[in-house]
């Protein structure tokens, strides 16, 4: 039998309808009926079973009857600070990251950074980030902020035991990226790349360059190396 769908929902109850966009994919196209199963999660770190009650024009009820806590979340607490990127990049490095296993995103902009930001932009971020948490099994969905300067980004990464700056002018890595702490903060610059005042500020905010090979690589490609990289090293991947 298939797995039961999954259904994000914002505020969990024990017997609530489902919210009206997830109610009418649930419906018109996975054509769920009464009686039928599935898991429902709130990007907490915890899903629930709960069975369909009602399923008609109206909407789609269910009733929660299990709470789980999710296995799939990764031991290593990882925020990635990823400059703003054109067109849909950003959308597909928040995407591929929610699948890698990161809890928090921060999106940032500095000196050639040249694309914008805004409240929609933002909002479209966060809800490709619930559905590539939906879709990989993910039971907490990555929290997305956005950062007007460098330098804020890299403070609220500051708290991570370990903080990594992708940069792609230095030929060795400073820090052993094997010894991973509990903690890990990524920094990786947009297409402009970083200056070499941003490689030093970040230096003296206690982060590490990182070189990711003799190569320049595009962003995104970056932003995934290095955190696969992290992954693997923290035990995380196989
Ligand atoms: N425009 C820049 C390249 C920017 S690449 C240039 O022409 O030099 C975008 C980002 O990816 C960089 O800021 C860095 O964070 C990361 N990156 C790309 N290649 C890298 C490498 N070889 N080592 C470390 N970081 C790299």
Redesign the pocket.
């Known amino acids: 039998m298939a797995a039961p769908k999954r259904f994000f929902v914002e505020n969990m109850q024990e017997d609530m309808m489902l919210p009206e966009q997830e109610a009418r994919h649930a419906r018109n196209v996975l054509r769920l009926s009464e009686g039928d199963e599935v898991t429902l999660f709130d990007g907490s770190g915890r899903e629930y079973s709960a069975v369909v009650t009602r399923a008609d024009r109206q909407g789609i009820s269910v009733h929660v009857v299990r709470e789980d806590i999710s296995d799939r979340e990764p031991k290593t607490w990882v925020f990635l600070l990823i400059g703003a990127l054109k067109g849909d990049k950003t959308e597909l490095v928040v995407q591929k990251a929610t699948e890698l296993g990161v809890m928090r995103i921060g999106v940032f902009s500095s000196r050639y950074c040249s694309a914008y930001m805004n409240e929609n932009k933002l909002e479209r971020l966060r809800r490709v980030a619930r559905e590539a948490a939906k879709q990989c099994l993910r039971a907490s969905v990555p929290r997305v902020e956005y950062y007007e300067t460098l330098e804020d980004a890299l403070r609220a990464g500051s708290e991570c035991v370990t903080r990594l700056f ?4 230095i030929t060795e890595t400073e820090s052993d990226i094997i010894d991973t702490g509990a903690t890990v903060c990524a920094v ?7 200056s070499e005042e941003e490689y030093a500020l970040a230096q003296r905010l206690g982060y590490c360059g ?4 003799k ?5 995104e490609t ?1 932003a995934v190396a290095l955190l696969a990289v992290i992954m693997h090293e923290a035990g995380e991947l196989g």
């Open positions: 992708a940069c792609e002018f990786v610059g947009s297409e402009g790349g970083f990182v070189s990711l090979g190569r320049i690589l595009r962003a970056a």
